[in-house]
């Protein structure tokens, strides 16, 4: 049987998480290629359906990533995306969606190795908890 | 403390009392009208009523085992907007902890309310209702019912009474200015009405009924009562996280589901005034689904419905007071509440909130502190 | 219309071809629903490449385009300007990052190119719902409201006013000056406070330019960058400001005395009061609280005695508005009181002084004319100075206040000078931080002066005697965490260097301007480091201690920062405002005000007529904290609406076809063969 290989979505700030993505790339930190990234201009913007939508629709994971607390550049947006991603690990885990597959971090801009490092973790990590159900069932 | 009055019942009547205690509310110089359950007719059919004139209380019935719809989205349209005087409503607890959440998100205005709850002995779904009721005086049903719930009966007439009532915790309305007092009383000797906020002291004091002690068969039978509830809501939600316990059996569970949206439509929380659902976000493209159906080799239609259903705890079950108007909505018997009550359990504890508890408490989503779960990311704050 | 979609897709020479298989990409992407053509090219950003787009705008009526190549905060601004030279809007572009996310940091050829093909098939799904946006300008008003009338204020107000622009001064008190009007010496110069601050004081009054309102207070603000709405308002003086000369008599024949605050309580003023002959502007104020005539209507000697007839008893409050571009808050600080912390005795016993009492004391002009003496007319023999009281404290201020050290080290010096040689002084501190210039020189000579330093927090202030040389003396205790044990030290006076701390009023003032507290409870720059005089509110700047403790030089080159900043905007005169904000659909909207709570920048209003929430787009960010939780998708952002975003994670997880294992050979500039097909 060939080896499983997560789809991971990441939701990233623009300010501090996108940032530190390129500079993990401009110093050429290898990372696994499972995570694919969608640019917002902060985690404050992130809407719980999208993370729901993305695991729905075959998501392994879900990272959300953006400013360390503090540092958020729309002052706070972080704070409430923390409690979005609290809300939803409550909901989910429910239906067997382990915590994990909602991933929140804080990468801060110049952190581009804590970058490559959150990816990789997390690639290792989902293999290791397996594919999501969705990915074969039609759930929609 | 709560000061607690009596109303007298005679002739074994005690809609009667209460339609006698609501005509006095209605003279009462602030009270403009009075929003209470009333039959529109000798057969059974209730609906929340506005009432002014006194006359017309004599089909208003408190003990009514149900409640058509919850009605703190009636209590909305009649209280946003500037008033003189308030509305008196007559609400099941479960409508009243609603209506404490709509006032948050700044739907209905409590300056214009004065609540007025009556210990709840549970209700029927709306077809049950009507079956329990047939050809029989509502009003005589309703006592009948009463007696029989309070004598702890399971089953009145026959007919249980919904799951969510069962499993309700909550069935005095302590977040009312006045509640009126069924639970551990005969009821047809008296019943008791307690002020809880300075309003209801005031409403009260006017008023001019007398004084009584809560009597220890009150608070005894209130706790058994719960107890009950309790115990049958936790076994509920055992089997519902059971019957849910992966995105399969979601899935399943949910089977039925057409997209209806009875179900938010039922829900007194789910205040918006359009669906996400049914904006334009969600009005997808032909090739959309064919590519949707080319992933799998099959699309099931309608789409979007455990979405929708995933969507709608996300948005509402921290505001979830578990009336069960979903269930009793929904045309293909999904067991929404069982679910919604199950989850709104975990994302309410999650918060430390309590659902309709107080309007003073933010809700969960609305707020938010600089150092808090940090288990989140991970112990990271 | 089907979208007509051109894809570029670039090599960046082998930076991305070397890794990812730009041509099979570029073929992938024009097999893309509306994808007209989908081409690769060794560099994008480069004029041909450029070019490539602009003139397949205009011959293949391209109306929308995706380039992927390197990180958009890179070269998202080039294309967009090609997409505009093209005659296309620059928003109807998406750009998606090959290079630093995909071809730089993936092993596999293959793995890389097909992470490329998910990449460029979510920014060709997502572009298809991109509208077309539009830069606002608005006129930013010429004229700068200052508040607060203290050095920061101050300097703030005559910088602006040197570049030709109307300052608006607002001062809470009497007269402008602030804290610094009160101290003697300076650290560690020693020049004398007065003698820098009043001439400054007086160009303000002399300043065409500046507008003082003193004895007023900002109440209401709105508006937003560039145009904001002033309410002042002005309190009764009593004296005709346009009759009075300062003269100073209805002071003199005043018979009502109170302590007085800018004494910090240890002398006594007259009803009728000003700080010091000195004031700007020197006309006194009748404290109505305590004016006889005012509250009992007797008395009378003032306007008896006038020579000008300038008290006017009949004056009342007035309010006026005005419109100004930009607004420099300078409310300063306040000092910590230090009654609650017990254990130091302040307040009961005589011989305890704050900081700014014991500037006071010292001051020329001060109650004892300049005479370090204890309340008994004495000189001490010995002084304590206790450091970080109420700063450093986690049951206070867990911050460290960056001035104490110094003025305590003044003190130091100031006493040996003026009381004598002979005279003990004792520092109890932490840490020392003489952290500016010529600071850590003047600590080295202050120590060479012979005062002493003790590293400790003193646990207590005691006049019980344990020994003779104790008695009548107040007692220090404390461990010296240098030598690790406990000392007594007897004293005749100590100074409690108490905290900075935010003003009281603090919150309600950052609710009137809309703008923010940090952690500290002062107010929150926009970014600790490289905004630290701007606020997260557009058009409203930071200056001195009001965004934290700041010593004399600090506050004066942070109030520059801020009145450079209000310049910038009233220079150019206008404002370009950013369309990638929130918008509220009034159809959705039910009104629940939440989002109103969620936004920083109080961008949010509320409509009441309508019942519905409106987006002020002048202030808001698009930071989507609102959108992000608006239940019915009424609040969304431009250009990350959740159509955009939906769909972008649709193409995201769409399957695509794995990336054939040879690198085929093919012509960088691809034909269109698939132009016909998708139109």
């Known amino acids: ?140 | 403390m709560a000061t607690t009055a009596k109303i007298e019942v005679r002739d074994k009547n005690p809609v009667a009392a209460l339609q006698t205690f609501l005509a006095q509310v209605l003279e009462d110089e602030y009270v403009a009208g009075v929003l209470a359950p009333r039959h529109l007719n000798d057969n059974g059919a209730l609906m929340p009523t506005l009432v002014t004139d006194p006359a017309m209380l004599d089909r208003v019935d408190p003990l009514a085992p149900a409640f058509p719809f919850n009605a703190a989205k009636t209590l909305v349209k009649l209280t946003n907007g500037e008033m003189v005087n308030k509305v008196a409503a007559v609400l099941k607890p479960c409508e009243i902890r609603a209506f404490v959440e709509l006032v948050k998100l700044n739907q209905g205005n409590m300056d214009n309310a004065l609540l007025i709850g009556v210990d709840c002995l549970g209700s029927f779904g709306n077809t049950e209702y009507l079956n329990y009721v047939k050809d029989a005086d509502p009003i005589a049903s309703s006592q009948e019912f009463a007696r029989a719930a309070l004598a702890g009966e399971e089953s009145p007439g026959g007919t249980p009474i919904a799951k969510a009532c069962m499993a309700c915790e909550h069935p005095s309305a302590v977040q009312a200015d006045l509640s009126i007092g069924l639970v551990g009383l005969d009821i047809d000797d008296h019943l008791v009405v307690s002020a809880h906020t300075a309003r209801g002291e005031g409403l009260l004091s006017r008023l001019g009924l007398p004084d009584v002690a809560e009597a220890p068969s009150r608070a005894k039978a209130m706790a058994e009562l719960v107890k009950k509830r309790t115990a049958f809501r936790d076994k509920m939600f055992e089997e519902t996280n059971e019957a849910t316990a992966s995105v399969e059996k979601l899935a399943r569970y949910l089977s039925g589901c057409v997209n209806c949206y009875n179900c938010r439509v039922a829900c007194p929380v789910c205040y918006c005034k359009e669906c996400v659902f049914v904006t334009d976000v969600f009005d997808h493209k032909p090739w959309q689904y064919l590519d949707w159906a080319g992933n799998k080799g099959m699309l099931k239609m309608p789409t979007d419905t455990v979405f929708y259903h995933l969507t709608r705890l996300a948005h509402m079950s921290t505001a979830c007071v578990g009336c069960g108007q979903c269930s009793n909505a929904c045309p293909n018997d999904i067991p929404v509440m069982e679910l919604f009550r199950t989850v709104a359990a975990r994302t309410q504890a999650a918060f430390g909130y309590e659902a309709g508890k107080s309007t003073d408490d933010a809700p969960p989503l609305s707020v938010f502190q600089e150092k808090e779960f940090s288990e989140v990311t991970g112990g990271v704050d | 219309m089907a979208n007509r979609i051109g894809v570029y897709v670039c090599h960046c020479g082998t930076n991305i071809a070397g890794k990812v298989d730009s041509v099979g990409v570029a073929k992938f992407a024009s097999t893309l629903k509306n994808v007209v053509v989908g081409r690769d090219y060794k560099f994008m950003c480069s004029d041909p490449g450029q070019e490539m787009i602009i003139r397949d705008i205009k011959d293949l009526g391209l109306n929308r385009v995706v380039v992927a190549s390197c990180s958009p905060r890179l070269h998202e601004k080039t294309f967009q300007g090609a997409c505009q030279r093209g005659g296309l809007n620059p928003f109807l572009f998406q750009m998606t990052c090959i290079r630093e996310h995909c071809s730089w940091v993936t092993k596999d050829f293959d793995e890389a190119t097909e992470k490329a093909k998910h990449l460029v098939a979510a920014a060709v799904s997502r572009v298809n719902y991109h509208a077309k946006l539009y830069h606002r300008e608005e006129n930013v008003h010429p004229d700068v409201l200052v508040v607060g009338g203290g050095i920061a204020g101050i300097q703030a107000s005559l910088d602006v006013a040197k570049s030709g622009h109307r300052v608006h001064l607002v001062e809470r008190d009497a007269s402008i000056g602030g804290h610094m009007a009160q101290f003697d010496k300076t650290f560690p110069t020693l020049d004398c406070a007065a003698c820098i601050s009043t001439p400054k004081m007086v160009a303000v009054s002399q300043e065409p330019n500046i507008n003082l309102m003193t004895y007023s207070e900002v109440t209401e603000v709105s508006g937003f960058v560039g145009n904001y709405q002033v309410k002042i308002k002005r309190k009764p003086r009593y004296i005709d400001e346009t009759k009075c000369t300062g003269c100073g008599l209805c002071m003199e024949k005043c018979p009502k005395k109170v302590l007085s605050e800018f004494e910090e309580g240890i002398s006594m003023r007259r009803a009728v009061h000003r700080n010091s002959p000195q004031a700007v502007p020197n006309i006194p104020v009748i404290d109505a609280a305590n004016c006889l005539k005012l509250t009992k209507d007797k008395c009378g000697n003032c306007e008896k005695f006038c020579p000008s007839g300038a008290i006017d008893y009949t004056q009342t409050e007035t309010e006026l508005e005005l419109d100004v571009g930009t607004i420099v808050l300078a409310t300063g600080y306040d000092i910590l009181d230090p009654t609650p912390l017990k254990q130091y005795g302040f307040g009961r016993y005589p011989e305890v002084y704050t900081g700014l009492q014991f500037e006071r004391l010292n001051n020329a002009v001060g109650p004892t004319g300049g005479k370090i003496v204890m309340k008994n007319g004495q000189p001490p023999e010995s002084v304590a100075i206790i450091h970080c009281v109420g700063s450093r404290d986690k049951n206070y201020h867990e911050y460290c206040s960056r001035t104490c050290c110094m003025y305590a080290l003044k003190y130091d010096h100031l006493i040996k000078d003026k009381v004598g040689h002979h005279v003990k002084i004792f520092n109890f501190y932490i840490d020392m931080r003489c952290f500016g210039k010529g600071y850590e020189e003047f600590y080295r000579r202050v120590q060479e002066e012979g005062v002493s330093f003790i590293r400790g927090r003193p646990g207590e202030i005691t006049d019980q005697a344990q020994t003779p040389e104790e008695e009548g003396k107040l007692i220090v205790v404390s461990e010296d965490t240098l030598l690790g044990r406990r000392i007594r030290v007897p004293v005749d006076m100590v100074i409690l260097c108490t905290a900075m701390e935010p003003r009281k009023d603090t919150a309600e003032v950052a609710r009137i301007f809309g703008i923010s507290q940090g952690m500290d409870g002062f107010f929150l720059e926009e970014h600790p480091k490289l905004g630290p005089v701007s606020t997260a509110t557009d058009g409203i700047f930071l200056a001195g201690a009001c965004q934290g403790p700041k010593d004399i030089p600090d506050a004066v080159a942070h109030a520059s920062g801020g009145a450079a900043q209000a310049m910038a905007l009233a220079a150019r005169g206008k404002v370009s405002i950013s369309p990638t904000t929130s918008w509220i659909n009034p159809d959705i909207c039910i009104g629940c005000k939440m989002c109103i709570g969620l936004c920083a920048y109080s961008a949010i209003e509320f409509d009441e007529r309508r019942g519905v929430s409106v987006i002020n787009e002048a202030m808001c960010k698009g930071c989507g904290s609102c959108a992000g939780h608006c239940p019915s998708g009424a609040a969304q952002i431009k250009h990350f609406t959740e159509k955009q975003i939906f769909n972008e994670l649709d193409g995201l997880l769409m399957a695509v076809p794995p990336a054939p294992r040879a690198k085929e050979e093919e012509e960088p500039v691809k034909a269109e063969d698939t132009a016909e097909a998708a139109a």
């Not at chain 1, 530190?20 to 201009?41: E, H, S």
């Not at chain 1, 939508?53 to 360390?68: P, R």
């Not at chain 1, 609290?86 to 929140?104: A, N, P, S, W």
């Not at chain 1, 801060?108 to 690639?123: D, I, P, Q």
Request: net charge neutral; charged share 20%.
């Open chain 1, 1 to 140: 049987m060939e080896e499983f290989e997560p789809t991971i979505v990441a939701f990233v700030c623009n300010w501090c998480t996108y940032t530190a993505a390129d500079l993990a790339g401009t110093a050429r930190m290898t990372q696994f290629p499972n995570v694919r990234l969608i640019r917002m201009m902060c985690t404050g913007m992130v809407d719980p359906k999208y993370v729901i939508k993305a695991l729905l629709a075959g998501a392994d994971a879900v990272l959300i990533s953006g400013c360390h607390p503090g540092d958020c550049h729309y002052i706070n947006g972080n704070y409430k995306a923390r409690r979005r991603v609290k809300l939803l690990q409550e909901i989910l885990t429910g239906f067997g969606i382990d915590t994990r597959r909602v991933k929140l971090t804080w990468v801060g801009a110049s952190e581009g190795n804590e970058f490559a490092e959150t990816v990789n973790h997390l690639v290792n990590e989902i293999r290791e908890l397996g594919p999501i159900e969705t990915r074969e069932l039609m759930v929609v």
